[in-house]
């Protein structure tokens, strides 16, 4: 209903009830006997005690509210903090990760020794005590140098097709037949 139409109303029983006591109808409380004036003060006082009643309840209903809306926000700030404490756990664990890797290449660096042995060195250290020409020296350390070589790439091969071309490349008749004759040498020296 809006301001005007509420206005209208009020002035129309406004216009009513003076037309009404006009004519005798309605009587004042001053004009009514004792008895009467007790039964209509009676019925005032039940109607406004109705009247407290429906509007404490109007107010409960709206502390209900508030404390309904306090809730909302209390679970909404605490999925928030939920959250915020899993980013930060996971933030946590990203970072125990990276200080372990670090250890580990810290450590792998640790036990390396300062200085490695060329192929040249490791082979006059296998050779010591034969006499070996020069010429097989020097092919040995390119063999050597070449199994290191390989060893390295095929560690850096990442994914199963990789290694697969790679274990096809390197491999052959030749390095097999090898293989097994060194194999079978190792197994009588065993016997032996």
């Known amino acids: 209903m809006t301001d005007e139409k509420r206005e209208k109303k009020r002035r129309k029983d406004r216009e ?7 004519e005798g109808r309605i009587k004042s409380i001053k004009d009514l006997d004792k008895r009467e004036q007790r039964n209509i003060r009676k019925k005032w006082k039940v109607a406004s005690l109705e009247y407290r009643k429906i509007k404490s309840q109007k107010g409960r209903k709206k502390v209900k509210h ?19 404490r899993n980013k930060l756990r996971n933030s946590q664990r990203k970072d125990r990760r990276q200080k372990l890797k670090i250890a580990a290449l ?18 006059n ?8 020409p020069e010429g ?3 092919r040995l350390v390119l063999e050597e140098a070449l199994y290191l070589q390989l060893k390295e790439n ?3 091969l990442k994914t199963q097709t990789e290694k697969q071309i790679a274990a096809k490349i390197i491999s052959g008749k030749i390095l097999r037949k090898q293989y097994i004759t060194i194999q079978s040498v190792l ?6």
């Open 16 to 22: 009513r009830s003076k037309k009404l006591k006009e």
């Open 66 to 84: 508030d404390r309904a809306e306090c809730y909302r926000k209390l679970r909404k700030s605490q999925k928030i903090i939920e959250d915020l």
């Open 106 to 123: 810290e450590s792998s660096k640790e036990r390396l020794p300062a200085e490695t042995p060329s192929q040249a060195t490791k082979i």
């Open 125 to 132: 250290k296998l050779v010591e005590g034969f006499k070996v």
């Open 136 to 138: 097989v020296k020097r």
């Open 154 to 156: 095929v560690q850096q």
């Open 187 to 192: 197994q009588e020296k065993k016997k032996q």
